[in-house]
């Protein structure tokens, strides 16, 4: 991917980069992306090549997710609009922390972070504008599945900072055994095979991504149309669905009959259904899934269902099993959706609304890179 580069800019010092600076720059690897998407798009195919030569197409349960790293012209399009928004964003490091402190705190930036992700090439351009609004070094590092892709983006993204005029290590990629040990702060986004490798190798502060593994409880008034609804839209991935619903705690008042028109209904949409052992003794036909399974996230479209007596046993179940990230509560009475939400260990909680992720919300003017069950940090944004 040789290209003759245009003249570079004098160096900008980072520790006093101009937000107009940042914002210029943005806006050019908004524009380097859109004239170069076939570059993208041909990188990524070799990408794609390499997954199905090793067979692992098939699924066999331990590969990345193919939609993960599968790239096309509408996801290069929503990165270019994501760039442009955030070049669009008040200065961050203009604003004030702590509203209602009486001293004055400003956001300053961490210096040098890390982003080890697998196979989402989405998260490593959000990462890279995130990083440069903020102005932070970035180093990146991608999996196996996505080389050639990253190799691309990263290219594109230091040619055009380097015709901007700033520094050479503002992005940079790192690959092998030695990792960075001047990153304050490292970023593990992928599944918890990845995230533990990632925790392994780093001897600094990692925050680690939770992807799916969401908890709803279906009370007792609780409509099944909501249930649906918020299923549905939370398993909706851009490309990752990183507040997917996977498993549904039913009171004893919902019958057999809306369960099996729900079931039903997510069957026709590719959903798998699953229970526990006492789903699976009142329904023959619903498959077991293992007890070691309900706290961990499927990374498809799976969802499990169990019975449980009243709210209090519905929390104990949540805060047992799910990742901790974004859990949900369908009903009408607020005695029970009082008690969820002071309850639930979550850093994000639902209440008759579907938790979808969104990545860029710019109605809101806010950009987030994902979420973690890490307490006191929820979303993972800028300001993070």
């Known amino acids: 991917m040789e290209r ?3 003249p570079q ?18 806006g050019a690897i908004a524009s380097m992306f859109s004239q170069n998407h076939q570059l993208l798009l041909e990188a990524n195919t070799l990408d794609l090549e390499a997954f199905q030569v090793r067979g692992e197409a098939a699924g066999s349960g331990h590969s990345v997710p193919l939609d993960w790293f599968r790239l096309t012209k509408e996801q290069i399009n929503r990165w270019i609009g994501a760039l442009e928004a955030m070049a669009g964003l008040p200065d961050p490091l203009r604003q004030m922390a702590g509203f209602y402190s009486p001293r004055q705190c400003y956001w300053m930036p961490i210096g040098s972070l890390g982003l080890a992700y697998e196979g989402l090439p989405e998260v490593a351009v959000m990462a890279i504008g995130m990083s440069l609004k903020t102005s932070n070094r970035l180093t990146l590092r991608s999996s196996s599945d996505s080389v050639h892709t990253h190799a691309a983006i990263v290219q594109l993204c230091q040619e055009t900072l380097q015709s901007c005029g700033f520094p050479d290590d503002m992005v940079v990629s790192e690959s092998g055994d030695g990792w960075n040990s001047s990153v304050q702060l490292w970023i593990a986004y992928g599944r918890p095979e990845w995230r533990s490798q990632v925790r392994a190798s780093v001897t600094g502060t990692v925050l680690e991504s939770a992807i799916g593994n969401c908890y709803l409880y ?3 008034s609780g409509a099944v149309d909501c249930v649906r609804k918020m299923l549905l839209a939370s398993n909706r991935g851009e490309p990752d669905a990183v507040n997917a619903i996977e498993a549904v705690l039913v009171h004893p008042q919902h019958g057999g009959s809306s369960l099996v028109r729900l079931w039903s209904d997510l069957r026709s949409k590719g959903f798998e259904i699953y229970g526990d052992a006492g789903m699976v003794l009142e329904f023959a036909e619903v498959p077991l899934l293992p007890e070691a399974d309900w706290g961990q996230s499927s990374f498809r479209k799976r969802i499990a269902f169990r019975r449980v007596a009243d709210v209090d046993e519905a929390i104990a179940v949540m805060n047992a099993n799910s990742s901790g990230h974004a859990d949900a509560i369908v009903t009408e009475s607020y005695s029970a959706s009082q008690q969820f939400i002071q309850q639930v260990r979550s850093t994000a909680l639902y209440l008759n609304a579907a938790p979808k992720f969104q990545r860029c919300r710019m109605a809101e003017g806010d950009v987030v890179l994902g979420t973690t069950g890490r307490s006191g940090f929820g979303a993972i944004r800028m300001q993070s």
């Open 9 to 26: 800019a004098p160096l900008i010092s980072l520790d006093r980069m101009p937000s107009h600076d940042r914002d210029r720059a943005l």
């Open 218 to 220: 279906w009370a007792a």
């Open 4 to 6: 003759e580069l245009s």
